[in-house]
């Protein structure tokens, strides 16, 4: 048997192990809806920037979409969208389908396919397609993030798994930093701090922060570019389930970091940093 025979093979058995594993199409803990928009910036450029989550309860599929602007005068210089979708199941992400279009300056596009009936990837690279074997789980640029949410979930502190980028397969590695109270414009949230680890040499660095109590929502994300410039995130307005995200009320000064990291796990216990208030839409709550 070839090894492209093999990796098909396992790939039906993959799939097929995860089907009699699930017990429903959606498990408990499936991602919640959620629509967010940002403040962005990009160097000395002013952006807007949304992502959300639905689901098709008919079909079970997740569509996440993902959009990044940059204007000069009320005129787009650059536009960058992301789609992707996928169903949950065995309380992981299963993708579909992903595209990334960037119009205006540095436009560019590619996409995936996922046919799990055959175990093959199927990209299209700006004027170049081919296809790639589908041995084992992989994930799409957009999915990752449900994936580190889940790996979150279980605890994890160094997170792995493997991305189609562009066109090979690449292992994505996240780091947790570390947890506390970051400071936002929607007010004070317990949020997870973490970097993606790259190759020693590469010089773009990426952080961000999630919210551990609802759901680990993206609230804020800075990517240093190897060019010098800085793209920053910062949560301007949310809901997760239709509920309007709400932190703590700010209980600091402004001469005070934006991100105050925990010492330790008594610090909570004492009291000494502000929970999420009660009416607020948790991740455990019944959805």
């Known amino acids: 048997m070839t090894k492209y025979k093999t990796a098909t093979v396992r790939a039906r058995l993959w799939i097929s192990v995860s089907a009699l594993l699930a017990c429903s199409l959606l498990q408990a803990d499936a991602p919640g809806e959620f629509d967010i928009l940002y403040d962005a ?22 569509r996440m979409q993902a959009t990044s602007s940059i204007k000069l005068l009320g ?40 046919d799990y009936s055959l175990g093959e990837t199927h990209f299209h690279v700006d004027d170049r397609n081919g296809s790639y074997p589908l041995n084992a789980p992989i994930y799409d640029e957009l999915t990752a993030f449900q994936v580190i949410r889940q790996q979150l979930q279980d605890g994890a502190s160094e997170i792995y798994f493997t991305v189609l980028d562009r066109d090979e397969p690449e292992l994505w590695h996240f780091r947790v930093l570390t947890q ?18 790259r190759e020693e040499g590469n010089k773009r660095r990426t952080e961000f922060w999630l919210a551990s109590d609802f759901d680990y929502l993206l ?25 309007p995200l709400r932190g703590s009320a700010e209980q600091h000064m402004d001469e005070l970091e934006e991100f105050i990291p925990f010492e330790d796990a008594a610090d909570l216990q004492a009291g000494r940093y502000p929970a999420a208030p009660a009416t607020a839409h948790r991740q455990d709550q019944p959805r």
């Open 75 to 114: 005129q787009n210089l650059s536009t960058i969208r992301e789609e992707a979708s996928f169903r949950w199941q065995d309380d992981l992400p299963m993708p579909l389908h992903y595209k990334f279009e960037q119009s205006g300056i540095g436009a560019r596009e590619r996409s995936v396919s996922f």
């Open 219 to 243: 609230l804020k994300l800075v990517q240093e570019e190897p060019n010098g410039r800085t793209l920053t995130l910062n949560v301007a307005s949310a809901s997760l389930n239709g509920v």
């Open 41 to 62: 910036r990009l160097g000395s450029w002013r952006a807007e920037s949304s992502r959300n989550l639905s689901l098709d309860p008919s079909s079970g599929i997740y």
């Open 180 to 197: 506390g109270i970051l400071h936002t414009d929607l007010g004070d949230f317990t949020a997870v701090h973490l970097e993606r680890v």
